[in-house]
């Protein structure tokens, strides 16, 4: 059995993370960027479909293009933060899965192209993959924004015409600041959200 992890790394992780709103501005390294994935390609994923795919908008040219996506409000964290994400996901993820589920050929035969269940499993591993990069920028010691605040047909069009890729949400991360740092908000407590069936 796995051990559970430090408290220290519960506070990194959840407890004392905290969704930023300014930045340092100084470049990530590439080697840190390819880490983030390389640790965020791990989670699972129906039939290791990872519909995901991730946009890593660093350049100045990249991020002007993103933010003229955004809501006024979030435009400029784009525009401040060394590195903001782009998560989406791709319908076509059926395409990959005689490579990525090789010991069930036929597993691309469960998710036909344009069906509500491609749709709806792309959207719904692809988001969790999403969940997975924050956790893993997280745990090499960055911050995260993420956001939602943006035109996602405008994000499409700007990153990703010509393909069957769709914008889902996108995240800041990096080296956060305390700049317009709001008190922790609420969360449920496990009476209010959950039950034991």
């Known amino acids: 059995m796995s051990a559970p992890l430090s408290d220290a790394a519960l506070d990194q992780l959840f407890r004392e993370a905290r969704t930023r709103n300014g930045w340092q501005t100084e470049p990530l390294p590439e080697t ?38 955004a809501s006024a409000q979030n435009a ?11 998560i989406g996901h791709d319908l076509e993820f059926m395409d990959r899965l005689p490579e990525l589920f090789p010991h069930n050929p036929g597993a691309k035969d469960w998710f036909p192209k344009g069906s509500e ?5 792309a959207f ?32 499409d069009e700007a ?27 609420p969360r449920l407590s496990f009476e209010d959200a959950c039950q034991i069936a």
């Open 32 to 69: 840190l960027i390819r880490a983030v994935y390389d640790l965020a390609r791990m989670g699972p994923t129906s039939a290791n479909a990872c519909p995901a795919r991730f946009v890593f908008v660093t350049s100045e040219a990249g991020k002007e293009r993103l933010a003229a996506c």
């Open 76 to 86: 400029p964290k784009i525009r401040q933060a060394p590195c903001t994400v782009i």
């Open 117 to 121: 269940v491609a749709q709806v499993t």
């Open 124 to 155: 719904r591993n692809g988001t969790l993959q999403g969940a997975y990069l924050i956790m893993a920028a997280r745990s090499l010691g960055l911050d995260c924004g993420p956001m939602s605040g943006f035109a996602n047909d405008k994000v």
């Open 159 to 185: 990153f990703f015409a010509g393909t069957s890729v769709k914008s889902n949400f996108i995240c800041s991360i990096g080296h956060g600041t305390d700049k317009d740092l709001f008190p922790r908000s």
